[in-house]
């Protein structure tokens, strides 16, 4: 055969190569997703739309990344992937950061004007996300992209509203709810991050005539909002003030003082004073005796005008004088250094208060069990991320608050009449619609009244995207209609049946995503799904852990702990260098981040390099076709290894265990092919004369089958140095493919991998030979080169006309002269 010219250069060109490689990945539309490509069967992902709130960091890499390996993984196995890619581009985090790139103030501005620049911001970040995913060889469907601020999203979202508000599943009321005072706006319970900090119980004196009722308090400065006291009915320290008044300190009006068996009796003095509202337990005795509401804490974060002594002041300056009063009153008996577990906004770290306003929710806390039995029937992996889930949906309190206090959101569309207050709704061939920009024209038809009020509200961003599975399914329905996205339809149900494909869409076959927002994207997701289609929304999750900083928090932009940028570690170790470190760890599992831990990294991709350069010298010469079937029997050995790593690697990769899987691939290549079967085998590639054509193309047929195979394993975890060793070899001549990505594996979805287990068990035991034989020449320091007079070779004596066979092979890589078989009959 005439030799193969390839043009390898000496050093992995790293980023050149990697570009080179994306370029050529466009050029054939390697990743493009076609409905009926090829009539394989489709694998449907439910990809996390990152959040416009900044650049993006290693944290979003290394999940990122393990879902799109998975991906690459699923194409491997003759499924064609609908991967696509959404952003979540409205909400506070992206307003936040539209006031910080461009100095303006969401209140402040005109809200058209403001919009305008949250749209050129967000489009922006979109650009950029996308060249980064583009850098990292993310091969996401980028076709079929989608934001939570687009218009077939809002459409989806005021649909999905709309629905749920007529089904009598979301509703309107006034009632105290969770309110950041810096971000002012409602926050639902999902959004709360819970706090350690340095607190100070303050013993304060409450009186009953001459008796003096002793209250411990952490929030002094409610103490003109208090509508009562609480204590543990069996608690014989009070039982002379239960069902009586008392007087509260400072204030000298009266309440009532209460027994609850939830009053803990251990902590503080065992009483406890009820105020509207320091914290959950104060609303829950609120709702439950019908208590009077008494303003304290207005919504921007100050103290009411009415509050006597400390109006107008913040809260923390309010305390500390209110402490002051009370020790030169003498009503405080003393103040006692706590740490106090405290619940704070995850956004911007303010510590949350609970105010009066009217809102929209969604009724979750009476089908608690539902939500349980759908999160039974998804495969969760790995399967202990059930537990949270299922400990978040059994101690939901309240219902989902979907209302924000902002701009830049999906809005409400609805309208109420200015006289009686009846909502009023948007048709739904007007939408999407802002109702603060369109006026609604009509009669109420309660009162007669013609003018109505806008919505102001904008919605939670998790309440859009929650619908993600709903918004591809629209993009599905859409390819297969060939029509635009924006259709008219009246309920999230019609998009389903719109094609005989769609109806079967959903559950998607998967969902990826942090461990973090189980308790938003994952739970919010099942409760439309389930409210809407009666379904759960995917069939597998896949729960990835954090990377953490070395102080033991994970990297966030929230935290200001993300200082490794992306592009720039790309630059300098390439996507490849990154996408191998992602995959390094067990599914669901933390990882701290080292740049240093990148040199392992470097080291492993600078090996497969080297490894192609003398694979494919030796491969030159090399045509499959002429080759006969004579293997030797170490050659036969590494073709069943390579199968039996495939198969193992295909077993824990249906089973997401993508780290597990690398790991399993780095055992055969490093030990199995590097350490042991080349150097067994280098001879024979190398002398012709000495061994003969055949028994070459024996050691060249098993060289081919395991690298080719060890380049498809690892070709979904650094796609781009697999594939550059495939164009800089011309692999295509061995493999009659473009691209080594597009290779189904050897074990399809309905095939078992073949491999000889009386091969593997022959190889092994010629391995730990071969292994002892190193151990004595390290023990007795000599070079592995050394020449010896002989060696004992132990054994099965089943394997002995193998062991015959393979003789040169194993003097070759020993040195040994002579050999001396111990083979035991007895031996299995």
């Known amino acids: 055969?005439?030799?193969?010219?390839?043009?390898?250069?000496?050093?992995?060109?790293?980023?050149?190569?990697?570009?080179?490689?994306?370029?050529?990945?466009?050029?054939?539309?390697?990743?493009?997703?076609?409905?009926?490509?090829?009539?394989?069967?489709?694998?449907?992902?439910?990809?996390?739309?990152?959040?416009?709130?900044?650049?993006?960091?290693?944290?979003?890499?290394?999940?990122f990344a393990q879902a799109e390996i998975f991906a690459r993984f699923k194409r491997t196995q003759g499924y064609n992937v609908y991967l696509p890619i959404g952003f979540d581009n409205n909400g506070l985090a992206s307003e936040r950061l539209v006031e910080r790139e461009m100095s303006v103030s969401a209140v402040s501005t005109d809200k058209i004007e403001f919009l305008k620049k949250c749209k050129e911001t967000v489009k922006k970040y979109e650009k950029e996300f996308i060249k980064l995913f583009e850098a990292m060889g993310?091969?996401?469907?980028?076709?079929?992209?989608?934001?939570?601020?687009?218009?077939?999203?809002?459409?989806?979202?005021?649909?999905?509203?709309?629905?749920?508000?007529?089904?009598?599943?979301?509703?309107?009321?006034?009632?105290?709810?969770?309110?950041?005072?810096?971000?002012?706006?409602?926050?639902?319970?999902?959004?709360?991050?819970s706090k350690e900090i340095a607190s100070q119980f303050h013993y304060v004196l409450f009186k009953l005539g001459d008796k003096t009722l002793e209250v411990a308090t952490t929030r002094p400065e409610l103490l003109w909002g208090v509508v009562?006291?609480?204590?543990?009915?069996?608690?014989?320290?009070?039982?002379?003030?239960?069902?009586?008044?008392?007087?509260?300190?400072?204030?000298?009006?009266?309440?009532?003082?209460?027994?609850?068996?939830?009053?803990?009796?251990?902590?503080?003095?065992?009483?406890?004073?009820?105020?509207?509202?320091?914290?959950?337990?104060?609303?829950?005795?609120f709702e439950q005796y019908k208590l009077p509401y008494k303003k304290v804490i207005l919504n921007y974060g100050k103290i009411a005008k009415e509050v006597p002594f400390i109006a107008g002041l913040g809260i923390k300056n309010a305390r500390k004088k209110i402490v002051r009063i009370l020790k030169e009153k003498k009503l405080l008996v003393k103040s006692e250094n706590i740490m106090h577990v405290v619940s704070v906004h995850e956004r911007c770290g303010r510590e949350i208060e609970i105010v009066p306003s009217k809102q929209w929710y969604i009724d979750i806390s009476s089908k608690k069990q539902k939500f349980l039995e759908a999160g039974i029937k998804i495969q969760w992996h790995p399967e202990n991320m059930r537990v949270r889930y299922e400990s978040w949906v059994k101690n939901l309190k309240w219902d989902w608050c979907i209302s924000r206090q902002r701009y830049f959101g999906v809005p409400f569309p609805v309208w109420y009449c200015k006289n009686c207050n009846k909502a009023y709704f948007a048709k739904k061939n007007v939408l999407p619609i802002d109702p603060v920009l369109t006026p609604y024209v009509g009669v109420c038809d309660i009162c007669g009244n013609k003018d109505f009020v806008p919505e102001k509200a904008v919605m939670d961003t998790w309440a859009t995207s929650a619908l993600t599975p709903i918004i591809n399914l629209d993009i599905i329905a859409s390819l297969e209609k060939k029509e635009n996205k924006i259709k008219n339809f009246d309920t999230v149900k019609e998009i389903e049946k719109t094609t005989e494909f769609a109806k079967k869409f959903i559950p998607m076959d998967m969902r990826t995503q942090a461990y973090d927002i189980i308790r938003t994207w994952t739970f919010d997701t099942i409760v439309k799904s389930i409210f809407h289609l009666n379904k759960i929304p995917w069939k597998h999750i896949m729960i990835c852990g954090f990377v953490m900083t070395k102080k033991g928090e994970k990297i966030s932009k929230s935290k200001g702990n993300a200082g490794f940028d992306p592009r720039s570690l790309i630059e300098q170790h390439t996507a490849d260098?990154?996408?191998?470190?992602?995959?390094?760890?067990?599914?669901?599992?933390?990882?701290?981040?080292?740049?240093?831990?990148?040199?392992?990294?470097?080291?492993?991709?600078?090996?497969?390099?080297?490894?192609?350069?003398?694979?494919?010298?030796?491969?030159?010469?090399?045509?499959?076709?002429?080759v006969s079937r004579f293997l030797e029997p170490i050659d036969e050995w590494i073709i069943n290894e390579t199968n039996r790593t495939m198969s193992k690697v295909i077993k824990l990769l249906e089973a997401f265990e993508i780290g597990l899987a690398r790991h399993t691939i780095d055992d055969f290549f490093w030990k199995n092919f590097c350490d042991n079967y080349i150097e067994i085998v280098k001879q024979r590639l190398y002398q012709l004369d000495v061994y003969g054509k055949k028994r070459r193309s024996s050691a060249q047929k098993g060289i081919c089958y395991a690298f080719l195979n060890i380049l498809k394993m690892y070709s979904i975890y650094v796609p781009h140095l697999t594939e550059y060793i495939n164009l800089k070899g011309k692999l295509e001549r061995f493999t009659k493919s473009q691209s080594i990505s597009s290779l189904i594996w050897e074990e399809n979805l309905n095939k078992e991998l073949k491999f000889n287990a009386n091969s593997i068990e022959f190889g092994e035991e010629f391995i730990a030979n071969l292994y002892s034989i190193r151990k004595f020449k390290t023990q007795n320091r000599l070079s592995m080169n050394a020449k010896l007079n002989k060696i004992i070779v132990e054994g099965s004596k089943k394997f002995e006309a193998l062991y015959i066979k393979t003789e040169d092979d194993l003097k070759s890589c020993s040195g040994a002269k002579k050999i001396i078989y111990k083979?035991?009959?007895l031996k299995n």
């Open 1 to 63: 055969m005439k030799k193969i010219s390839t043009d390898f250069e000496k050093v992995y060109p790293g980023v050149v190569a990697e570009k080179e490689v994306q370029k050529f990945w466009k050029k054939i539309g390697i990743y493009k997703f076609e409905l009926n490509k090829k009539k394989l069967p489709i694998y449907s992902i439910d990809t996390p739309p990152p959040t416009i709130s900044g650049s993006l960091h290693v944290g979003h890499i290394f999940s």
């Open 138 to 193: 993310f091969s996401y469907n980028f076709d079929y992209s989608f934001t939570t601020i687009s218009d077939q999203a809002k459409k989806i979202s005021q649909i999905s509203f709309i629905e749920l508000a007529k089904n009598k599943l979301a509703y309107t009321k006034r009632s105290p709810v969770l309110w950041c005072t810096k971000c002012q706006t409602s926050i639902a319970q999902a959004e709360l991050d």
């Open 228 to 285: 009562c006291v609480l204590v543990h009915p069996e608690d014989k320290r009070y039982e002379d003030f239960i069902n009586k008044k008392v007087t509260v300190p400072l204030y000298d009006f009266e309440v009532s003082v209460i027994s609850d068996a939830k009053v803990q009796k251990d902590k503080g003095t065992g009483a406890v004073m009820c105020a509207t509202f320091g914290d959950t337990a104060d609303v829950d005795w």
């Open 577 to 626: 260098a990154l996408r191998y470190w992602a995959a390094g760890t067990k599914l669901g599992t933390d990882v701290f981040f080292d740049v240093r831990d990148l040199k392992d990294t470097k080291r492993f991709l600078t090996k497969l390099w080297n490894s192609a350069k003398f694979v494919l010298f030796h491969l030159d010469d090399f045509d499959v076709l002429e």
């Open 823 to 825: 083979l035991d009959p």
